[in-house]
């Protein structure tokens, strides 16, 4: 039986912890303990300054970590998953797996300018932004199936401080390029999974990861898109205790090498 981890979750932008009511409980359940903290900016958390940085973001979540009995696993979504992986990077003693949910790294530059145009949306009109995110991260079948899910999110969006939140999108929208050439000293074990049809964290970027590690693996999951943590849970809390438990992930049908 495996030993009793700390698990951290960590949400994406404009997001916060309630985005894991239905991963949490399935790894408590399992006998691991779970923090998942609201992101600087986010939810309870202080507000984010402009020029907040990627270390700002991750500072918090390195003291979750060094309050921990042991090397902590990170699972963290879209910007949660540069977080993590900032953490991991600067902190490899403290962390013993990662889980990159959803993630980005190495965008082309159509990804670039396509990112910059959204938060350049975001600046000039926020809830117009807002309702593209939602459009964005929800896959036909899951708005479809759970109309009051969306709601929710929609709720969630609505509630953002905007300087806060427009700090934290430009920390997602560059960090990227900060953490890409920095991939290949990583320590941990990587697992880069996203949705197979994801516009902006692609199957690409998650096998981009996977080779650029040194211990990388990565899947895309058939038929979802961004919100992995909300439509496939199951999937997801199937991958974080493969990774605690220290084995593959393999998931039937999933695009994978």
Same mark, same amino acid.
């Given at each position: ?6 698990? @951290?979750? &960590?949400? %994406?932008?404009? !997001? ?5 009511? =239905? /991963? $949490?409980? #399935? ?44 090397? @902590?696993? &990170?699972? %963290?979504?879209? !910007? ?5 992986? =900032? /953490? $991991?990077? #600067? ?167």
């Amino acid at each position: 039986m495996t030993a009793p981890a700390d698990v @951290v979750l &960590l949400h %994406g932008v404009g !997001l916060n912890h309630t985005m894991w009511h =239905r /991963v $949490a409980p #399935d790894v408590t359940t399992a006998g691991h303990r779970v923090h998942a903290p609201d992101l600087l900016g986010h939810g309870a958390a202080p507000d984010a300054a402009a020029g907040t940085t990627l270390t700002d973001l991750a500072e918090p979540v390195v003291r979750i970590a060094a309050g921990a009995p042991a090397p @902590v696993h &990170l699972v %963290g979504f879209s !910007l949660g998953a540069l977080v993590a992986t =900032r /953490v $991991a990077l #600067d902190h490899p003693e403290r962390v013993a797996s990662l889980t990159l949910v959803s993630g980005v790294a190495n965008r082309s530059e159509s990804e670039r300018q396509a990112v910059a145009g959204r938060l350049e949306k975001a600046r000039q009109d926020l809830a117009s932004a807002f309702e593209a995110a939602v459009d964005r991260w929800f896959s036909p079948r899951g708005r479809n199936a759970e109309p009051e899910l969306v709601d929710q999110i929609r709720t969630v969006l609505r509630a953002n401080r905007p300087p806060s939140y427009l700090a934290c999108y430009a920390v997602f929208a560059h960090a990227d390029a900060e953490l890409w050439p920095e991939l290949s000293r990583m320590v941990p074990p990587v697992l880069a999974i996203t949705g197979e049809d994801d516009p902006g964290s692609t199957p690409r970027m998650a096998a981009a990861v996977a080779d650029r590690v040194p211990q990388g693996e990565w899947c895309a999951v058939p038929g979802a898109r961004h919100l992995l943590p909300l439509e496939r849970p199951d999937v997801l809390v199937a991958a974080v205790l493969a990774q605690i438990e220290g084995r593959p992930f393999n998931l039937p049908g999933a695009l994978a090498p």
